[in-house]
């Protein structure tokens, strides 16, 4: 009775392998970039701090969607509405509630991104937080750092096998390592040209735009190769 070969996973004479890691890293121009916007009021009466928080969370979304198409995402998070308390005698009481409303812009216009964030800063009672740059999930950037790491486990190979005096036969395992992106959409850290400011009302003519240098992003990818090679020369 007959039974297949049991497989060799470091070859053998006559099939050597050799195995090698390819890696790739480029730095590449952002796509888009996030903001944070937090919007705040506060008053001694609770509907009326409500009421004052309202129109300016109304006037913040207005202002972000009239960008149009540069937007990609608008997003409401967290909204509280906080009483103030302070001991009056014996017992408590309310002196003031806060409200507060947070808000996700994310923009692929840095022009835009730029007048916009002035804009925002200019408004009253508004925090402003980033930019986070960023790529998307689909980026090319993404699929040309894996082509490159797959490039150079080749050439790698291809080098071993030369200074062997053999060249390379076949592929056997093409590994992934899952580590394409070092700076993922989850938002590299901001680059320090805008982080948290919050204004008064300015005068009529607004605020200039700000002049925002995206920081270029870091693209990793690695792979493990497994290939034979025909038998060495030694």
Same mark, same amino acid.
């Given at each position: 009775?007959?039974?297949?070969?049991?497989?060799?996973?470091?070859?053998?004479?006559?099939?050597?392998?050799?195995?090698?890691?390819?890696?790739?890293?480029?730095?590449?121009?952002?796509?888009?970039?996030?903001?944070?916007?937090?919007?705040?009021?506060?008053?001694?009466?609770?509907?009326?701090?409500?009421?004052?928080?309202?129109?300016?969370?109304?006037?913040?979304?207005?202002?972000?969607?009239?960008?149009?198409?540069?937007?990609?995402?608008?997003?409401?998070?967290?909204?509280?509405?906080?009483?103030?308390?302070?001991?009056?005698?014996?017992?408590?009481?309310?002196?003031?509630?806060?409200? &507060?409303?947070?808000?996700? #812009?994310?923009?692929? $216009?840095?022009? %835009? !991104?730029? =007048? *916009?964030?002035?804009?925002? +800063?200019?408004?009253?009672?508004?925090?402003?937080?980033?930019?986070?740059?960023?790529?998307?999930?689909?980026?090319?950037?993404?699929?040309?750092?894996?082509?490159?790491?797959?490039?150079?486990?080749?050439?790698?190979? &291809?080098?071993?096998?030369? #200074?062997?005096?053999? $060249?390379?036969? %076949? !592929?056997? =395992? *093409?590994?992934?390592?899952? +580590?394409?992106?070092?700076?993922?959409?989850?938002?590299?850290?901001?680059?320090?040209?805008?982080?948290?400011?919050?204004?008064?009302?300015?005068?009529?003519?607004?605020?200039?735009?700000?002049?925002?240098?995206?920081? &270029?992003?870091?693209?990793? #990818?690695?792979?493990?190769?497994?290939?034979?090679?025909?038998?060495?020369?030694?």
């Amino acid at each position: 009775m007959t039974q297949d070969a049991t497989p060799q996973p470091y070859g053998t004479p006559d099939v050597p392998r050799v195995a090698v890691r390819g890696e790739a890293h480029l730095d590449v121009d952002p796509e888009i970039a996030r903001i944070g916007i937090t919007v705040t009021a506060r008053g001694t009466d609770r509907r009326a701090a409500l009421e004052d928080l309202t129109r300016r969370n109304n006037t913040v979304l207005d202002l972000v969607k009239s960008y149009g198409e540069p937007v990609e995402k608008l997003e409401t998070g967290a909204f509280s509405i906080t009483p103030e308390l302070t001991r009056h005698g014996r017992g408590e009481r309310v002196r003031a509630y806060h409200g &507060r409303v947070h808000i996700t #812009a994310e923009l692929n $216009d840095f022009t %835009a !991104l730029g =007048e *916009l964030t002035s804009r925002l +800063a200019d408004l009253e009672l508004t925090e402003i937080d980033g930019p986070w740059w960023a790529l998307r999930p689909t980026s090319p950037a993404h699929g040309e750092a894996r082509r490159q790491a797959v490039l150079e486990a080749v050439q790698r190979a &291809r080098e071993y096998a030369h #200074a062997l005096g053999a $060249d390379l036969a %076949a !592929l056997v =395992e *093409l590994a992934d390592l899952g +580590a394409e992106n070092a700076t993922p959409v989850a938002m590299a850290a901001p680059a320090g040209m805008l982080r948290s400011m919050t204004y008064g009302a300015q005068d009529d003519a607004g605020a200039p735009p700000l002049d925002l240098e995206p920081q &270029r992003q870091s693209v990793h #990818a690695q792979v493990n190769a497994r290939f034979t090679m025909t038998p060495p020369v030694l």
